[in-house]
Structures are given as structure tokens and as C-alpha cells.
């Protein structure tokens, strides 16, 4: 199917089933290296390769662009998410200092019915033994709980504006199942701390965790050892 001529009238949204087929089709050959970080994604291009519009195609990217694996770049289209470890570093520091605050905020406040919640999505990573784009989205979704339940709109949107891209990136990493495992069992760590199980000091459960995919996650913070 081809694109519309100039001012043909046409939907302004492709059917969600279509949509949904390109998302589920683009994240596969992202997360299987067709796309590489850094990659463009040419939505003319992917257009032709499946013989269908580009509004199904744009509007994919875009739902890829809010869960983190694309990146929008002014001017020069949509790109496959590329962090260098320098950034990753970077950002983990902060997320050092946004997050701990999101956790003692939410532990502040938890209920048993988002205690409920985080005990379910640890649950079903404990069972995971699915795709790594499904454990990344268990993963992302674990955090976004406790960041929604501190309570702070704008901590939870810098969050968010913050973490997705760096949960996408190491989504593209081509770990094993193993140790995709490893990491999401770690999340019982943190669940433990704001249910006070434990007297784990908020802050150093969060790094605890962070260590599990990181290198020094607290090197451009003032958590960083000084020689």
C-alpha cells in the first residue's frame, strides 16, 4: 500500500492491530541486531519493506521513541537508542539521587495494595522465561510503580524522562537469559527495603541493585570512593 497523494483525504491514525504489528516487528529487529544502536531508522524505507503506508510506521517509531528504544534527533529522524558508557555513567548518577528520594517518599506512603503490586511483578520475574524485551518491560514497570507511588509528579516524570532511555539501552545489550535472570531477582533487594523486611538503608539497596548491571554506578557522584 502506497502512501496518499497530497491532500487525499486519509485517517489520521493507522488501525491499532497494524500499528501494533509494526512495534512488535521493529522492537525484534532492533533487539536482534538488524537495527544497531546508533542505527537510523528511515521510516520510508521500512514502509516499502513491508508494503504498507508510513502513518502505521511513524506512529510505531514514536511508540518506540516513548518506551525507549528510538530516539528522536532534530532534524535528522528517528535513530536506534546509542548511549556511550560515559553517558551511562552520568545518568546513573543521578538516578542515584532521583530515585532514592522516589523510594523513601513511596516507602512513606506504600500500601498493601502497592506492596501487592510490587510482589506480582517480582513474582512473575522470578517465573520469566520469555523474550528479553518482555523482561525489560517488567523490569521498567517494577521502578515506574515505586516512582508513581512517592507521590511527586514532576520526580516521577523526571524519572521517567531520564531512566527510559538508559532501561532501553540496556535492553539492547545482548546479555543471556541467565544473567537477565540474575538481574531481575535482584529486585526482591530493593521490594524488601521499602516493605521494611529489612534494615537495609534505602540508598545503599538501590546501589546494590544498580551494581548488578553496572560498573560504578556511583562514579560521578559523591557516593564515589575518593583516592
Same mark, same amino acid.
Given at each position: 500500500?502506497?502512501?496518499?497523494?497530497?491532500?487525499?483525504?486519509?485517517?489520521? +491514525?493507522?488501525?491499532?492491530?497494524l500499528r501494533?504489528?509494526?512495534? =512488535? @516487528?521493529?522492537?525484534?529487529? *532492533?533487539?536482534?541486531?538488524?537495527?544497531?544502536?546508533?542505527?537510523?531508522?528511515?521510516e520510508?524505507? /521500512?514502509?516499502?519493506e #513491508? +508494503?504498507?503506508?508510513?502513518?502505521p510506521? $511513524? !506512529?510505531?517509531?514514536?511508540?518506540?521513541?516513548?518506551?525507549?528504544?528510538?530516539? +528522536?534527533r532534530? $532534524?535528522?529522524? @528517528? %535513530?536506534?537508542?546509542? *548511549?556511550?558508557?560515559e !553517558?551511562?555513567?552520568? /545518568?546513573?548518577?543521578?538516578?542515584?539521587?532521583?530515585?532514592?528520594e522516589? #523510594?523513601?517518599?513511596?516507602?512513606?506512603?506504600v500500601?498493601?495494595?502497592?506492596?501487592?503490586?510490587?510482589?506480582?511483578?517480582?513474582?512473575?520475574?522470578?517465573?520469566? +522465561?520469555?523474550?528479553?524485551?518482555?523482561?525489560?518491560?517488567l523490569?521498567? !514497570? %517494577?521502578?515506574?510503580? /515505586?516512582?508513581?507511588?512517592?507521590?511527586?509528579?514532576?520526580l516521577?516524570?523526571? #524519572?521517567?524522562?531520564?531512566?527510559?532511555?538508559? %532501561?532501553?539501552h =540496556?535492553?539492547?545489550?545482548?546479555?543471556t537469559k541467565?544473567?537477565?535472570?540474575?538481574?531481575?531477582?535482584h529486585?526482591?533487594? *530493593?521490594?524488601?527495603?521499602?516493605a521494611?523486611r529489612?534494615?537495609?538503608?534505602?540508598?545503599?539497596?538501590l546501589?546494590?541493585? @544498580?551494581? @548488578?548491571?553496572y560498573?560504578?554506578?556511583?562514579?560521578?557522584s559523591t557516593?564515589? =570512593? =575518593?583516592?
Open positions: 500500500m502506497e502512501d496518499l497523494e497530497p491532500g487525499t483525504p486519509r485517517a489520521a +491514525n493507522a488501525p491499532p492491530t501494533a504489528h509494526v512495534v =512488535k @516487528m521493529l522492537s525484534a529487529d *532492533i533487539l536482534a541486531g538488524k537495527y544497531k544502536p546508533g542505527d537510523r531508522l528511515n520510508s524505507q /521500512i514502509a516499502r #513491508l +508494503n504498507i503506508s508510513r502513518i510506521v $511513524r !506512529e510505531a517509531l514514536s511508540q518506540l521513541q516513548e518506551q525507549g528504544l528510538v530516539q +528522536n532534530e $532534524r535528522r529522524g @528517528m %535513530f536506534v537508542t546509542n *548511549i556511550g558508557p !553517558e551511562v555513567a552520568q /545518568i546513573s548518577s543521578l538516578r542515584i539521587v532521583l530515585e532514592t522516589a #523510594l523513601r517518599l513511596a516507602q512513606a506512603r500500601t498493601p495494595d502497592i506492596l501487592a503490586l510490587l510482589e506480582g511483578l517480582v513474582s512473575q520475574m522470578d517465573a520469566w +522465561n520469555g523474550t528479553l524485551l518482555e523482561a525489560a518491560a523490569d521498567l !514497570e %517494577f521502578h515506574r510503580v /515505586i516512582w508513581k507511588a512517592a507521590g511527586n509528579p514532576y516521577e516524570r523526571a #524519572l521517567n524522562s531520564l531512566m527510559v532511555p538508559l %532501561f532501553a =540496556k535492553t539492547l545489550e545482548h546479555v541467565d544473567v537477565r535472570r540474575w538481574r531481575l531477582s529486585h526482591r533487594i *530493593i521490594l524488601d527495603a521499602i521494611g529489612t534494615s537495609d538503608d534505602l540508598q545503599e539497596a546501589l546494590t541493585h @544498580m551494581r @548488578m548491571a560498573t560504578e554506578p556511583e562514579r560521578y557516593l564515589a =570512593k =575518593k583516592p
